[in-house]
């Protein structure tokens, strides 16, 4: 399986989401998965070579750059065909999700505190967040940060409970790897392979599988 990394938060943004995107990536190179599956990073173009020299002993792991000058355009229009024709099997990306794109999506959400206290936002902040909605909605699997996360996508209609899972991304820190993968990074390889393995089954927030149905919507 190709798992492709939207990964711009790995060398640029906030670091909230530096730290989140850093420890997953680390913690996935890091973890142990079967010979066969590949992870590809989508980085800043003007990072590769940097990224590219950093995983360099890592034999499974490759690195495409793209343009991400604006995240949300370059989500929304570039990184799935670009993800296409890298003939990837599942996409997880953070906040946005591509418009079209032939991989299994997991959309990974931190919050949406523009809809619960929208006076912190401006104008521009709240369109930009608008597209989230829409995001959640062509989503295969959508999986929250923290349980007020998900249960605030679900209050304001962004994705059906039975549609999200709960990873809070602290176990994911550098410090625990290398070694075997942590409880929160196992369940988060499930909810990915999933979505190509497991069409039919789902882990929910306490780890429990249950009967779930994918939505299709594009």
């Not at 890091?30 to 992870?39: A, R």
């Not at 069409?199 to 929910?204: I, L």
């Amino acid at each position: 399986m190709r798992l492709g990394i939207e990964a711009r938060w790995y060398t640029r943004g906030l670091e909230s989401g530096r730290v989140m995107v850093t420890g997953l990536v680390d913690a996935l190179v890091h973890s142990v998965l079967p010979p066969e599956d590949e992870l590809l990073l989508f980085v800043d173009h003007r990072d590769v070579n940097d990224v590219i020299q950093r995983f360099a002993p890592y034999p499974h792991v490759r690195v495409k750059g793209l343009w991400f000058r604006n995240r949300l355009l370059a989500i929304s229009c570039l990184l799935g065909p670009t993800a296409d024709a890298a003939k990837v099997d599942v996409l997880l990306t953070h906040t946005f999700t591509p418009f079209r794109c032939h991989a299994r999506k997991v959309l990974y959400i931190y919050d949406i505190l523009f809809e619960s206290h929208p006076h912190f936002f401006t104008p521009v902040e709240r369109f930009y967040f608008r597209w989230v909605r829409s995001s959640c909605y062509r989503a295969d699997a959508v999986i929250a940060l923290s349980d007020f996360t998900k249960t605030q996508l679900s209050a304001f209609g962004y994705v059906e409970p039975h549609r999200a899972g709960c990873l809070p991304g602290s176990p994911w820190t550098v410090k625990e790897m290398p070694g075997s993968a942590t409880p929160g990074l196992a369940r988060a390889l499930f909810s990915l392979r999933w979505t190509t393995q497991r069409p039919k089954e789902h882990p929910d927030a306490s780890g429990r599988v249950r009967e779930y149905s994918p939505s299709r919507r594009r």
